[in-house]
T-cell receptor
Framework: GAVVSQHPSWVICKSGTSVKIECRSL??????MFWYRQFPKQSLMLMAT?????????EQGVEKDKFLINHASLTLSTLTVTSAHPEDSSFYIC???????????????FGPGTRLLVL | AQKITQTQPGMFVQEKEAVTLDCTYD???????LFWYKQPSSGEMIFLIY??????QNATEGRYSLNFQKARKSANLVISASQLGDSAMYFC??????????FGAGTTVTVRA
């Protein structure tokens, strides 16, 4: 089956620093990747849609200058949390949509997630 | 706007029994897909089952079945013969034409021995 990896799996950083999270599709090409954030005991909230070779589309209320997304290739998208603060501490999960697969039967493949703790 | 509602914050089920998790949705798009995911404490999202809006039959995958009632806009998940390893958070999600997924609030299932 399709595999998506995330790196790092967890990160602790000081307030004010920037953190980069990588999302890779290991055995397929992903035209589109999605970034979600999940606070404890809550649901996944879509932050942005990342399309290869173009600018990311951000959901309402998500600061694009705070959460920088780059999708430079069909297998890699990165999320950079700039000037992280304690309120950015969360579980960040990416998912990837397989390129060239259209139709009703379609699944997004999720990465294992990255736990970010900002001190 | 698309909306997914899961009204059960938590469920307890006895091992080997069946449990039904409720999910209702709201969309004006004629074409959509409904998903159920399992999230154990490790955090990974595990795909369980999919139902397309035009599918005539209810989806089944092993011990998982989806009770799709289109007119009522509900897509309940039934887990049969519950196992201790089924204890997790379960999310219902809907995909519409823009390929985005909207998730419900989730239901925590605890299987008792």
């Amino acid at each position: 089956g399709a595999v998506v990896s995330q790196h790092p799996s967890w990160v602790i950083c000081k307030s004010g620093t920037s953190v980069k999270i990588e999302c890779r599709s290991l055995d397929f090409q992903a035209t589109t990747m999605f970034w979600y954030r999940q606070f404890p005991k809550q649901s996944l909230m879509l932050m942005a849609t990342s399309n290869e070779g173009s600018k990311a589309t951000y959901e309402q209320g998500v600061e694009k200058d705070k959460f920088l997304i780059n999708h430079a290739s069909l297998t890699l998208s990165t999320l950079t949390v700039t000037s992280a603060h304690p309120e950015d501490s969360s579980f960040y999960i990416c998912s990837a949509r397989m390129s060239g697969f259209a139709g009703d039967l379609e699944t997004q493949y999720f990465g294992p997630g990255t736990r970010l703790l900002v001190l | 706007a698309q909306k997914i509602t899961q009204t059960q914050p938590g469920m307890f089920v006895q091992e080997k029994e069946a449990v039904t998790l409720d999910c209702t949705y709201d969309t004006s798009d004629p074409s959509y897909g409904l998903f159920w995911y399992k999230q154990p404490s490790s955090g990974e999202m595990i795909f369980l089952i999919y139902q397309g809006s035009y599918d005539q039959q209810n989806a089944t995958e092993g011990r998982y079945s989806l009770n799709f009632q289109k007119a009522r806009k509900s897509a309940n998940l039934v887990i049969s013969a519950s196992q201790l390893g089924d204890s997790a958070m379960y999310f219902c999600a809907m995909r519409t034409n823009d390929y985005k997924l909207s998730f419900g609030a989730g239901t925590t299932v605890t299987v008792r021995a």
